[in-house]
Every structure is written in structure tokens, then in C-alpha cells.
């Protein structure tokens, strides 16, 4: 049974930075991509971040590029997402999610989330 936990979230002044870690277990992950997604309140969930199994593509939303960070490390089946000069915006829960088949980028399994509070 494939599950993933985030960890990482908390309250931080703008300007600041949080690192974000997702722990995947019950499967072999290097084949998969894995991603970041984020909801804020009232808003639909957006794309973050997503990195593939070989590491040679990253994918970045418009409004984090330059910004937060994307790795993963396979040996751990681990992905962590950095994130610097958070703005209020930010505020939301973070997402980890991961494909159920590889290469279709269809997300099937995501964790329970964890919040970022950005505050002014």
C-alpha cells in the first residue's frame, strides 16, 4: 500500500523559509514522478513542483519559480521541497503526491497534507 507523509509545515514571517519533506513508502518510487500541490482556502488546488524518477526533468508553477526548490532522493524515497522569500500568498496546505502509473501524470496516491502560514 502505497503511502506518502508530509512533514515540514508551519508559521513563518514573509520573507522566510520552510522545507518541506514527504516520506513515500510501499512501493519503489524511482520510475515515478512525484510532486507538490498546494490549496489555499476558497482557491482550487494548483501545481507547485513536480520532479521525475531520473531527475532530469522539474517542473515549477509561475508563482514559485525562482523561488522554492524541488528534490528528491530515490535510495530514501524521499522528496523535499525548499521554500525561500515566502510571501503571504503562500498560506495554504502543501500537498506530496505521486503517479499510480509511471510516466502518466495521473496522481493517484497524496498525503494528508501539511499547512504553511505565511504570515505579513
Known amino acids: 500500500q502505497v503511502q506518502l507523509v508530509e512533514s515540514g509545515g508551519g508559521l513563518v514571517q514573509a520573507g522566510g523559509s520552510l522545507r518541506l519533506s514527504c516520506q513515500a513508502s510501499?512501493?519503489?518510487?524511482?520510475?515515478?514522478?512525484m510532486a507538490w500541490f498546494r490549496q489555499a482556502p476558497g482557491k482550487a488546488r494548483e501545481p507547485v513542483a513536480a520532479?521525475?524518477?531520473?531527475?532530469?526533468?522539474?517542473y515549477y508553477g509561475d508563482s514559485v519559480k525562482g523561488r522554492f526548490t524541488i528534490s528528491r532522493d530515490n535510495a530514501k524515497n524521499t522528496v523535499t521541497l525548499q521554500l525561500n522569500n515566502l510571501k503571504p500568498e503562500d498560506t495554504a496546505v502543501y500537498y506530496c503526491?505521486?503517479?499510480?502509473?509511471?510516466?502518466?501524470?495521473?496522481?493517484?496516491?497524496w498525503g494528508q497534507g501539511t499547512q504553511v502560514t505565511v504570515s505579513s
Open positions: 503526491a505521486t503517479e499510480g502509473l509511471a510516466g502518466t501524470g495521473d496522481y493517484d496516491y
Open positions: 510501499g512501493r519503489t518510487f524511482d520510475r515515478y514522478v
Open positions: 520532479i521525475s524518477g531520473s531527475f532530469t526533468t522539474r
